[in-house]
């Protein structure tokens, strides 16, 4: 989903903590440990713009492929998918800025797709899906999406994950529904519609498919919480609620599950990732906000315009520091998370990983 410029947010005071629980003497519950960070921010004191290789910026999408290269959305008019090999090294881009074929305009969620292994790239201010092959050449865009509404700092094409068929769930976020294509562009059916009760949205944000069920979760953000469904959209359960504490939110976005079931949410304005089972008993978390040197909790840029700074300020890049959580991926023992308004990717190592049915 596009994040609209001129945001204001309350942001919440309190410093969050790393959290782990205890689990059953006989299990070894999830942990999240720092390893490296992928990507940089922009050195603006030094007249250095976002946009030099290896630097990033509002990192929303996040996929890694076979060669586990690390594949990243640069937004605020970078606008381009970056490349990073398994050491952290730039490699090269895909796409530029605009509206014609193969341009983006603001890259949101990526995923390869597991029948031809094409890109599909959420082209948040086109409205779109834009499919790139294995090299990098456009292929088409497909796909019609919500714009801006009022009272909401996101819009257009959320998260999205493919089913075992190649079908792609996408969140239409304006629209409060998940939409499905087929394997031609086609859209099949919608799941879901408006409001706060079971089965409705404010705002579906993240979006994954359980490899395991078939399972569709997706991050209702505005409602504060985490909807299941069954494989045909039939509502299945949700949890989460607004709040700072244990299994709440302030506004999820990405939404990532392991090989046992295991969800990894972005707990977006709290600066953090919660772990969960797949019943949504919470784990642990891992993150904290960035704070000044008053202890205030930094907030988001100001987005006055094109040339408007996309980092928090002051940044600060201590390993597990965070000016929002937004796009995340899961693959090969590491879940991927964008630090939003800091530019870059951390990486964390996955410890544990049992499934868990409490």
């Known amino acids: 989903m596009r994040f609209v410029k001129n945001l204001s947010v309350t942001l919440v005071s309190a410093v969050l903590m790393f959290v782990p629980v205890a689990a059953k003497a006989h299990e070894k519950p999830v942990s999240l440990e720092y390893e490296t960070s992928i990507g940089r921010p922009a050195n603006l004191v030094n007249g250095e713009f976002p946009g030099v290789p290896g630097t990033l910026a509002v990192p929303q999408g996040i996929a890694v492929d076979a060669d586990r290269n690390v594949y990243i959305s640069n937004g605020r008019g970078i606008d381009r998918v970056d490349v990073f090999d398994p050491q ?105 519609s408006s409001g706060t009760g079971p089965g409705q949205f404010q705002g579906p944000a993240g979006l994954n498919i359980s490899q395991k069920t078939g399972n569709i979760f997706v991050t209702d953000q505005y409602n504060n919480r985490i909807q299941v469904f069954d494989p045909r959209g039939n509502f299945l359960y949700t949890f989460g609620s607004e709040g700072q504490g244990e299994g709440q939110f302030e506004n999820p976005i990405g939404i990532e599950l392991d090989e046992n079931d295991n969800i990894y949410v972005a707990d977006a304005v709290n600066s953090r990732v919660q772990v969960f089972t797949v019943k949504g008993k919470f784990i642990t978390s891992y993150g ?43 693959a090969n023992g590491k879940l991927y998370v964008g630090d939003f308004f800091q530019g870059r990717v951390q990486v964390l190592d996955v410890k544990g990983g049992k499934a868990f049915h409490w």
Do not use: C, M
């Open 88 to 192: 952290g090294n730039y490699i090269r881009s895909i796409g530029s800025s605009g509206s014609g074929p193969g341009q983006i305009d603001e890259p949101l969620d990526l995923k390869f797709s597991p029948v031809d292994g094409n890109l599909y790239v959420g082209d948040g201010f086109n409205e779109r899906i834009d499919v790139f092959d294995p090299q990098g050449n456009f292929v088409r865009s497909f796909g019609s999406f919500e714009g801006p509404i009022a009272g909401r700092g996101f819009f257009g094409p959320g998260g999205f994950q493919f089913d075992k068929r190649g079908n792609l769930y996408v969140g239409d976020f304006s629209a409060d529904v998940v939409k499905v294509y087929g394997r031609h562009g086609q859209l099949i059916k919608t799941i879901g």
């Open 288 to 330: 904290q906000p960035v704070t000044d040197s008053s202890g205030n909790i930094v907030p988001p840029p100001a987005q006055t315009g094109p040339t408007a700074s996309p980092y928090g300020n002051p940044l600060d890049l201590t390993p597990g520091k965070f000016n929002w959580t937004a796009g995340e991926h899961y």
